[in-house]
């Protein structure tokens, strides 16, 4: 580094893998492009109620890296923003309008007048939210947000009702182009949708919900304040299933194994146990795979009363009565068909790597999944490599930094 | 003796049919039962042994198109969406477990393997495209195979790919030889009916022996899987309890109707079977009308027998139609197609169309009589085809899945509902 100022690094997505790699090389003395799709960084993680291997909330571990970013002069964040092009080691940067600047104190007048409606995408349309709004209660950089496209015609209601002058409701998006070093892509997941699973009641039955949908409802800052409720009618489930590999390992749908889900079901068990320790929770798995020190949870559910772990997966469920549910499944290891009941059904949807439709920067190339694959100058980290937990994100976006550190340096 | 253990290579199938089902790990107290009737050297081969697999098993399935039984990982999707599994003795997860396993003991036993009726639902939710509707298509043609009696038959018609000029050839040759050496291989004069071909009489003496060597041969088979099915599973009911029952169903495709993705394939093979019903009580008509009424042949076209026999005719072109649309038009539902299916479809397609042809060429076409003397010979042909065919085709589906269904009726608790 004994160039002036060598070129930037650019990070891909500010979820927990990119904010790693972000700090980990600005730390190491490198400056730092860190772009996100979303308002505010932090990604999936923030959805969570609670995360391994501690099962603690993932805000405290969230904010130590916001520290750490907030301090570090050599980050600089852009959100709202995505690869719009890459070409021949230049990008494209195009970041969307900000309708909101940062003379946002987060004061929340706009919020209190504003007349439109927007299914909140952070509770997973699970419930409703002003249009503009605080994004989540984590929010970094902590300002308003505004879905421009659900504005009445003609209102200004929030730019009247803000006193610091930060909403501009014609602001444009804009463009930058960069020559980075060497690029981390840390591009994350979405949740296999819901309505590709019609034969398990996705998307058609209210009372069968995602796995990432159950972290919002767990969580105190979910449409529910962190009550489990059925959405039809919000009574407590007394009989909660959970399907495994719900469009996973499925040449139909997903044909990979997205690793977390099994840990991810047993947990959410727990959330269940914990808020009514006489509910009747089922799991219903083809495996049960536990990697690692993770197997003690699988341990501690198997002592859990009212906890069944049955072998089999689940082939259809169907409406029963009032609001109730029917799955059906085979119950491998007695060798019987079981029909059973459930008031709340959660489906282990897989992890869909957002780059599968993404741009692919610096000669990336993706596998059929649309994971990626690292190149001499672009690195994956995360579950945009390939699903994993978030302790293995970390892991792992340390290591694509240093990779490219390394192989940047020219 | 040896037992079974060793690969049998590829091609090398004659050695593999003794031992493809029965001998392998039967119990003790049925390997005896069964042995009796079966072909010579097959009971040395019983063991006490409770689980043994069979590696020829293996081979043979997958020579046999099963390669996708091995991708199986048990997630039991398939028991679970199958409309006709019944609640205690789901499939066909278990049922792709023996087959990978080799286990061909509980396979041969197992109605559940004729109790499918191949809808495909599994197949097209099957996770890991493993297949299973095809997978128990393979293994009903093993199991016809392994019961069959004479074993000889039994082969030569499993491996039909190859020995199908035989199975169409020796029948045609013997009717030609035959009606050659009665001089009856001429154009009749002033022809008008099929008997100045060939005379009833010749029919009987060859169909009704023939008849009674296959109904043997069917019995045999028949005997052997119901003893294996009873070992396996005891009944609490007896046979006669249960064919009711069955009789009814089979009537009415009502088992099949579950199989609610399969509604056009159900109807297809009601007509063919309706069809093919009527087509034999005709001839049973037939023989009352000329012994017993005293009737000439042939009968006036409006005549209730003539009428019978050609509404069955065309139930057997649609329900034949039907079929061959639905497995041109979706192959996933139909399934794959492998040997013991075409050419079982094959012999029923030859028989509906020269049977068909050879009335429309005595009605429009007479003055030709060379034509119908060829097509009627050819007729014959198929006809004996299917006939000698029927214990080890795709045609013994109706002896197995009967019994599998009359099993299951007899092993049902009484209160069953």
């Given at each position: 580094m004994s160039e002036a100022t060598p070129r930037p690094l650019l990070v891909v997505g500010a979820g927990i893998a990119g904010i790693t790699a972000a700090i980990e090389a600005a730390e190491a003395g490198r400056d730092v492009v860190l772009l996100e799709r979303e308002a505010s960084i932090g990604g999936r993680v923030l959805q969570l109620h609670h995360y391994f291997p501690k099962l603690c909330p993932p805000s405290c571990g969230m904010e130590i890296n916001t520290r750490r970013l907030e301090r570090n002069p050599r980050v600089r964040v852009l959100t709202r923003s995505e690869l719009k092009a890459a070409q021949n080691g230049t990008v494209t940067i195009r970041q969307a309008p900000a309708y909101v600047n940062d003379r946002c104190t987060a004061c929340g007048k706009c919020s209190e007048v504003c007349p439109a409606k927007v299914k909140d995408p952070h509770n997973l349309g699970m419930s409703e939210a002003p249009a503009i709004r605080l994004p989540h209660p984590n929010a970094w950089p902590y300002r308003y947000v505004l879905d421009?496209?659900?504005?009445?015609?003609?209102?200004?209601a929030c730019v009247d009702a803000c006193t610091y002058d930060a909403i501009d409701l014609e602001a444009k998006e804009r463009e930058e182009t960069l020559e980075p070093a060497a690029v981390v892509v840390a591009t994350g997941w979405h949740a296999y949708p819901l309505d590709r699973l019609p034969e398990l009641g996705?998307?058609?039955?209210?009372?069968?919900?995602?796995n990432v949908q159950m972290e919002r409802l767990a969580s105190k800052s979910g449409p529910t304040g962190g009550t489990i409720q059925r959405p039809s009618d919000g009574e407590a489930p007394k009989r909660v299933a959970f399907v495994q590999c719900a469009g996973s390992r499925d040449h139909n749908h997903l044909p990979y194994c997205s690793a977390v889900c099994c840990l991810g079901s047993f947990k959410q068990a727990l959330y269940v146990k914990e808020q009514d320790p006489e509910a009747e929770v089922t799991i219903y798995y083809i495996d049960r795979r536990a990697f690692g020190r993770n197997e003690d949870i699988l341990a501690r559910l198997s002592e859990e009363k009212g906890v069944r772990l049955l072998k089999g997966k689940v082939g259809q469920v169907k409406a029963g009565d009032g609001g109730g549910l029917k799955l059906k499944a085979e119950d491998v290891e007695a060798g019987r068909l079981i029909e059973d009941q459930a008031d709340l059904v959660v489906l282990a949807t897989g992890m869909v790597p957002n780059l599968k439709d993404g741009v692919l920067p610096l000669g990336l190339e993706r596998d059929d999944d649309g994971f990626g694959l690292d190149d001499t100058r672009a690195r994956v980290a995360g579950v945009a490599r390939r699903p994993a937990d978030v302790a293995t994100c970390v892991r792992d976006a340390t290591g694509a930094a240093a990779r490219a550190l390394a192989s940047g340096r020219a | 003796m040896t037992r079974h253990g060793r690969v049998v290579a590829e091609g090398s199938v004659k050695k593999l049919a003794p031992r493809l089902?029965?001998?392998?790990?039967?119990?003790t107290e049925y390997s005896g039962n069964v042995a009796q009737g079966s072909a010579p050297g097959v009971n040395k081969m019983a063991s006490t042994s409770a689980l043994i697999s069979s590696p020829d098993f293996r081979q043979e399935v997958l020579r046999r198109g099963g390669e996708t039984a091995a991708r199986c990982y048990q997630c039991a999707t398939c028991s679970a969406v199958c409309?006709?599994?019944?609640?205690e003795a789901p499939f066909p997860r278990r049922q792709m477990l023996w087959t990978q396993w080799g286990l061909v003991d509980r396979l041969a036993a197992d109605p559940s393997v004729w109790l499918c009726h191949q809808c495909n639902d599994c197949t097209t939710h099957c996770p890991r495209d493993a297949r299973p509707g095809d997978i128990l298509q393979v293994v009903r043609g093993l199991v016809v195979e392994g019961l069959a009696f004479p074993q000889a038959l039994g082969r030569l018609v499993a491996n039909a790919r190859t020995t199908w000029p035989i199975l169409f050839g020796v029948p045609l040759l013997f009717w030609i030889a035959l009606l050659g050496a009665m001089g009856q291989l001429q154009s009749p004069a002033d022809f008008h009916a099929y008997d100045q071909i060939v005379p009833h009489v010749v029919l009987y003496s060859v169909f009704f022996p023939l008849s009674g060597l296959v109904m043997l041969a069917a019995f045999v088979s028949g005997w052997r899987y119901w003893r294996m099915m009873g070992v396996a599973a005891p009944r609490a009911k007896s046979f006669l309890s249960g064919i009711w029952a069955t009789g009814v169903d089979i009537a009415t495709h009502k088992r099949f109707g579950k199989c609610g993705t399969a509604r056009f394939r159900r109807l297809g093979h009601l007509l063919l079977f309706w069809g093919f019903v009527g087509a034999a009580v005709t001839s049973g008509l037939l023989i009352v009308a000329i012994y017993l009424q005293g009737y000439e042949l042939?009968?006036?076209?409006?005549?209730p027998y003539k009428l019978l026999g050609n509404v069955s005719a065309v139930a057997l072109v649609v329900g034949a139609g039907i079929l061959v649309v639905v497995r041109i038009t979706d192959r996933d539902r139909a399934g794959a197609s492998n040997a013991f299916d075409s050419f079982f479809a094959t012999v029923v397609g030859l028989v509906i169309a020269t049977g068909i042809l050879v009335e429309l060429a005595r009605v429009?076409?007479?003055?030709?009589?060379v034509a119908a003397v060829g097509l009627y010979v050819l007729h014959l042909g198929v006809v004996t085809t299917l006939f000698v065919t029927f214990p080890y085709s795709k045609f013994a589906h109706m002896l197995y899945r009967t019994l599998a269904m009359v099993h299951e009726q007899a092993a049902a608790p009484p209160s069953g509902g």
């Open positions: 421009r496209e659900a504005c009445p015609d003609g209102c200004r996705g998307g058609t039955l209210p009372n069968v919900i995602s | 089902l029965m001998p392998v790990d039967v119990p409309e006709l599994a019944p609640a042939p009968l006036p076209l409006l005549h429009f076409n007479p003055e030709v009589p």
